[in-house]
Structure formats: structure tokens, C-alpha cells
């Protein structure tokens, strides 16, 4: 059964560009490693008073799915380069990547 994830990144305000472009590389990538279904991402961007907010909504394959990317070298490698454009803000981590059930 596949997972649907709503990835939330807080991005440095000076490098929203760099990070749109590794957002537009993401699911392509995870799709070509067999990891998540044919569900087209969902990407967002919301500017708030403390910094700009990216989030990213698409469904892996399965429950396993998520664990099995991080065994990828190119799919960590995407990860760490995103890691380094995102900041903690106050009392919110810099990512959160929730995983939910549909209904019906």
C-alpha cells in the first residue's frame, strides 16, 4: 500500500533558487529508483515573516519504500546537498517528513 509523505523544508531565505531546482530533481530521481507510484509530486511554496516554506507532497511505493532510499547513494547525495539549505527556526526543525494512510 503506498504512503503518501508531505515533506516541509524551512529554506535560507538566500537560497530559495538552489533549493527549487534540487525540489525539481527530487521525484524524478526517487521515481527512476522505483520508490514511489506514478501520483505526480505536489510542490508548494509559502513565504512567511521568519523565511520562505517548500513543501513537497507525493506517495511512496510502500511502507518500505522510504527506508530503501536511504540505501541509495544518489538519493542520500540529494538529500545532504537539500540538508544544507534548510535552517531551524525557533522551535521547528528544518524538515519534517510526516507519513499518512489514505482514506478510502
Do not use: N
Request: hydrophobic share 45%.
Amino acid at each position: 500500500m503506498a504512503v503518501v509523505v508531505i515533506c516541509r523544508f524551512l529554506v535560507r531565505a538566500e537560497r530559495t533558487d538552489e533549493f527549487a531546482e534540487l525540489l525539481e530533481l527530487h521525484w524524478p530521481l526517487l521515481k527512476r529508483h522505483d520508490l514511489v507510484t506514478d501520483f505526480e509530486p505536489i510542490r508548494l511554496r509559502r513565504d512567511e515573516d521568519d523565511g520562505p516554506v517548500f513543501v513537497e507532497i507525493f506517495e511512496w511505493k510502500d511502507a518500505d519504500a522510504s527506508s530503501a532510499a536511504h540505501e541509495r547513494p544518489e538519493v542520500a547525495a540529494i538529500w545532504a546537498r537539500m540538508g544544507e539549505l534548510v535552517e531551524d527556526r525557533g522551535d521547528q526543525r528544518k524538515w519534517e517528513f510526516p507519513h499518512y494512510t489514505r482514506l478510502g
